[in-house]
Protein backbone atom coordinates (compact mmCIF):
# COMPACT_ATOMS: atom_id res chain seq x y z
CA UNK A 1 0.00 0.00 0.00
CA UNK A 2 1.01 3.23 -0.68
CA UNK A 3 0.48 6.65 1.15
CA UNK A 4 1.02 9.91 -1.56
CA UNK A 5 -0.75 13.40 -1.93
CA UNK A 6 -3.92 13.69 -4.09
CA UNK A 7 -4.09 14.12 -7.40
CA UNK A 8 -6.71 15.82 -9.90
CA UNK A 9 -7.44 12.50 -10.93
CA UNK A 10 -8.65 10.97 -7.15
CA UNK A 11 -10.94 13.63 -6.55
CA UNK A 12 -13.96 11.28 -7.52
CA UNK A 13 -12.89 8.28 -5.85
CA UNK A 14 -12.37 10.32 -2.63
CA UNK A 15 -15.68 11.70 -2.57
CA UNK A 16 -16.92 8.17 -2.60
CA UNK A 17 -14.69 6.58 -0.01
CA UNK A 18 -15.23 9.47 2.05
CA UNK A 19 -19.43 8.47 2.10
CA UNK A 20 -18.82 5.38 2.59
CA UNK A 21 -16.60 5.62 5.56
CA UNK A 22 -19.09 8.09 7.07
CA UNK A 23 -22.68 6.15 6.34
CA UNK A 24 -24.34 6.21 9.22
CA UNK A 25 -21.94 7.86 11.16
CA UNK A 26 -22.89 7.95 15.43
CA UNK A 27 -22.00 11.50 15.30
CA UNK A 28 -24.10 11.86 12.48
CA UNK A 29 -27.00 14.81 12.11
CA UNK A 30 -29.48 12.24 10.35
CA UNK A 31 -31.25 15.83 8.80
CA UNK A 32 -28.11 16.66 7.18
CA UNK A 33 -26.62 12.95 6.00
CA UNK A 34 -22.90 12.39 5.22
CA UNK A 35 -21.23 15.87 5.00
CA UNK A 36 -17.52 14.93 5.02
CA UNK A 37 -17.19 14.64 1.25
CA UNK A 38 -18.65 18.14 0.35
CA UNK A 39 -16.40 19.78 3.22
CA UNK A 40 -13.04 18.25 1.11
CA UNK A 41 -14.69 19.58 -2.05
CA UNK A 42 -15.14 22.86 -0.50
CA UNK A 43 -11.48 23.30 0.97
CA UNK A 44 -10.27 21.63 -2.23
CA UNK A 45 -12.13 24.07 -4.53
CA UNK A 46 -11.11 27.21 -1.57
CA UNK A 47 -7.28 25.79 -2.30
CA UNK A 48 -7.41 25.28 1.66
CA UNK A 49 -6.45 21.60 1.63
CA UNK A 50 -3.04 22.14 3.26
CA UNK A 51 -2.34 18.25 2.90
CA UNK A 52 -4.21 15.64 1.46
CA UNK A 53 -2.92 12.58 1.64
CA UNK A 54 -4.72 9.21 -0.11
CA UNK A 55 -4.01 5.41 0.65
CA UNK A 56 -4.08 3.43 -2.04
CA UNK A 57 -3.93 -0.40 -2.86
CA UNK A 58 -3.54 -1.17 -6.57
CA UNK A 59 -6.17 0.77 -8.32
CA UNK A 60 -8.12 1.49 -4.81
CA UNK A 61 -8.09 4.58 -2.81
CA UNK A 62 -9.19 2.96 0.80
CA UNK A 63 -8.22 5.46 3.07
CA UNK A 64 -7.54 9.38 2.66
CA UNK A 65 -6.53 12.32 5.16
CA UNK A 66 -7.10 16.13 4.98
CA UNK A 67 -5.89 18.66 6.62
CA UNK A 68 -6.78 22.78 6.31
CA UNK A 69 -5.68 25.55 8.32
CA UNK A 70 -7.48 26.79 10.78
CA UNK A 71 -7.75 30.35 12.39
CA UNK A 72 -6.50 31.40 16.14
CA UNK A 73 -8.53 34.05 17.70
CA UNK A 74 -6.01 35.54 19.98
CA UNK A 75 -5.09 38.32 22.43
CA UNK A 76 -1.45 36.47 23.36
CA UNK A 77 1.51 36.64 20.50
CA UNK A 78 0.82 35.94 17.51
CA UNK A 79 0.72 32.57 16.45
CA UNK A 80 1.78 30.36 14.13
CA UNK A 81 0.21 28.22 11.18
CA UNK A 82 -2.22 25.42 12.83
CA UNK A 83 -4.15 23.09 10.72
CA UNK A 84 -6.91 20.85 11.80
CA UNK A 85 -6.92 17.10 11.00
CA UNK A 86 -9.63 16.67 9.25
CA UNK A 87 -11.75 14.27 8.26
CA UNK A 88 -9.69 10.75 8.91
CA UNK A 89 -11.84 7.98 6.21
CA UNK A 90 -10.59 4.30 5.56
CA UNK A 91 -12.71 2.10 3.39
CA UNK A 92 -15.27 0.08 5.61
CA UNK A 93 -13.56 -3.03 4.93
CA UNK A 94 -10.21 -2.16 5.75
CA UNK A 95 -10.79 -0.95 8.93
CA UNK A 96 -9.18 -1.67 12.16
CA UNK A 97 -5.94 -2.48 9.73
CA UNK A 98 -3.63 0.23 10.35
CA UNK A 99 -4.17 2.26 7.81
CA UNK A 100 -5.74 5.19 9.62
CA UNK A 101 -2.74 5.29 11.81
CA UNK A 102 -0.26 5.26 9.13
CA UNK A 103 -2.21 8.11 7.50
CA UNK A 104 -2.30 10.09 10.20
CA UNK A 105 1.29 9.75 11.15
CA UNK A 106 3.03 10.50 7.89
CA UNK A 107 0.41 13.59 7.66
CA UNK A 108 1.76 14.96 10.86
CA UNK A 109 5.94 13.98 9.71
CA UNK A 110 4.85 15.95 6.70
CA UNK A 111 3.77 18.72 8.24
CA UNK A 112 6.69 19.37 10.38
CA UNK A 113 9.17 19.85 7.44
CA UNK A 114 6.53 22.76 6.27
CA UNK A 115 7.11 24.50 9.47
CA UNK A 116 3.26 23.81 11.02
CA UNK A 117 3.28 24.55 14.40
CA UNK A 118 0.59 22.58 15.43
CA UNK A 119 -2.19 20.74 14.25
CA UNK A 120 -6.17 20.18 16.09
CA UNK A 121 -8.09 17.12 16.29
CA UNK A 122 -11.78 16.51 16.80
CA UNK A 123 -12.74 12.73 18.01
CA UNK A 124 -12.24 9.94 20.17
CA UNK A 125 -9.91 10.52 22.85
CA UNK A 126 -8.84 7.17 23.10
CA UNK A 127 -7.78 6.96 19.34
CA UNK A 128 -6.19 10.29 18.92
CA UNK A 129 -4.03 9.98 22.41
CA UNK A 130 -1.83 7.72 20.58
CA UNK A 131 -0.53 9.61 17.87
CA UNK A 132 0.53 12.43 20.16
CA UNK A 133 -2.61 14.60 21.04
CA UNK A 134 -4.11 15.88 24.24
CA UNK A 135 -7.08 17.93 26.03
CA UNK A 136 -5.94 21.81 25.79
CA UNK A 137 -7.83 23.66 27.91
CA UNK A 138 -6.20 26.83 26.19
CA UNK A 139 -8.02 25.96 22.81
CA UNK A 140 -11.51 26.31 22.35
CA UNK A 141 -13.89 25.79 19.55
CA UNK A 142 -16.88 27.62 19.78
CA UNK A 143 -20.47 25.26 20.70
CA UNK A 144 -18.28 21.77 20.57
CA UNK A 145 -18.04 19.94 23.35
CA UNK A 146 -14.24 19.90 24.66
CA UNK A 147 -14.06 15.97 25.54
CA UNK A 148 -13.21 15.60 21.84
CA UNK A 149 -11.16 18.52 21.40
CA UNK A 150 -7.30 18.02 21.19
CA UNK A 151 -4.16 19.57 19.86
CA UNK A 152 -0.18 19.29 19.76
CA UNK A 153 2.65 21.23 19.05
CA UNK A 154 4.96 19.65 16.19
CA UNK A 155 7.75 21.37 17.53
CA UNK A 156 7.01 18.88 20.61
CA UNK A 157 6.25 22.15 23.05
CA UNK A 158 3.31 22.14 24.69
CA UNK A 159 0.96 25.00 23.15
CA UNK A 160 0.77 26.83 26.78
CA UNK A 161 1.04 30.39 25.58
CA UNK A 162 -2.09 30.14 23.36
CA UNK A 163 -5.32 31.18 24.77
CA UNK A 164 -7.80 30.71 21.46
CA UNK A 165 -10.73 30.67 19.91
CA UNK A 166 -10.21 28.12 16.96
CA UNK A 167 -12.49 28.40 13.77
CA UNK A 168 -12.44 26.00 11.33
CA UNK A 169 -12.59 26.81 7.42
CA UNK A 170 -15.81 27.96 6.04
CA UNK A 171 -15.92 24.87 4.27
CA UNK A 172 -16.77 22.89 7.32
CA UNK A 173 -20.42 24.94 7.57
CA UNK A 174 -21.98 22.83 5.46
C1 LIG B 1 -11.44 6.20 12.52
C2 LIG B 1 -10.69 5.56 11.34
C3 LIG B 1 -10.13 6.67 10.44
C4 LIG B 1 -9.52 4.74 11.92
O1 LIG B 1 -8.79 4.17 10.87
P1 LIG B 1 -8.43 2.61 10.92
O2 LIG B 1 -7.54 2.32 9.79
O3 LIG B 1 -9.70 1.83 11.01
O4 LIG B 1 -7.69 2.54 12.33
P2 LIG B 1 -6.33 1.77 12.66
O5 LIG B 1 -6.38 0.42 12.06
O6 LIG B 1 -5.19 2.63 12.33
O7 LIG B 1 -6.42 1.71 14.23
C5 LIG B 1 -7.29 0.78 14.78
C6 LIG B 1 -7.40 1.04 16.24
O8 LIG B 1 -8.10 2.26 16.43
C7 LIG B 1 -9.25 2.04 17.20
N1 LIG B 1 -10.31 2.91 16.71
C8 LIG B 1 -10.72 3.06 15.44
N2 LIG B 1 -11.74 3.95 15.40
C9 LIG B 1 -11.94 4.37 16.66
C10 LIG B 1 -12.84 5.26 17.26
N3 LIG B 1 -13.76 5.94 16.56
N4 LIG B 1 -12.75 5.43 18.61
C11 LIG B 1 -11.83 4.78 19.35
N5 LIG B 1 -10.96 3.90 18.82
C12 LIG B 1 -11.02 3.70 17.50
C13 LIG B 1 -9.60 0.59 17.00
O9 LIG B 1 -10.33 0.12 18.09
C14 LIG B 1 -8.21 -0.03 16.94
O10 LIG B 1 -7.69 -0.19 18.24
P3 LIG B 1 -6.55 -1.29 18.58
O11 LIG B 1 -5.31 -0.86 17.82
O12 LIG B 1 -6.36 -1.15 20.05
O13 LIG B 1 -7.10 -2.58 18.13
C15 LIG B 1 -11.58 4.62 10.49
O14 LIG B 1 -12.06 3.60 11.32
C16 LIG B 1 -12.76 5.32 9.83
O15 LIG B 1 -12.67 5.74 8.68
N6 LIG B 1 -13.92 5.43 10.53
C17 LIG B 1 -15.10 6.08 9.98
C18 LIG B 1 -14.90 7.57 9.82
C19 LIG B 1 -14.43 8.24 11.11
O16 LIG B 1 -15.00 8.06 12.18
N7 LIG B 1 -13.35 9.05 11.00
C20 LIG B 1 -12.76 9.71 12.15
C21 LIG B 1 -13.43 10.98 12.47
S1 LIG B 1 -12.81 12.30 11.47
Redesign the pocket.
Known amino acids: MNIGPETAQDTQAIAALILA ?2 HN ?1 PHQDPAKGTTEHRIVQGLRDAGALSLSLVAQDGEDIV ?1 HIAFSPVDLETASVSPGTWLVM ?5 APA ?9 LIRQGLEQLKALDVEGVVVL ?2 P ?2 YTRFGFHHQHQLSVPGLPAGYFMAQRLDGEAPIYLQATVNFHPAFDV
Do not use: T, W
Request: glycine share 22%; proline share 5%.
Open positions: AFHGAPVSVRQGQGIGSRGEDY
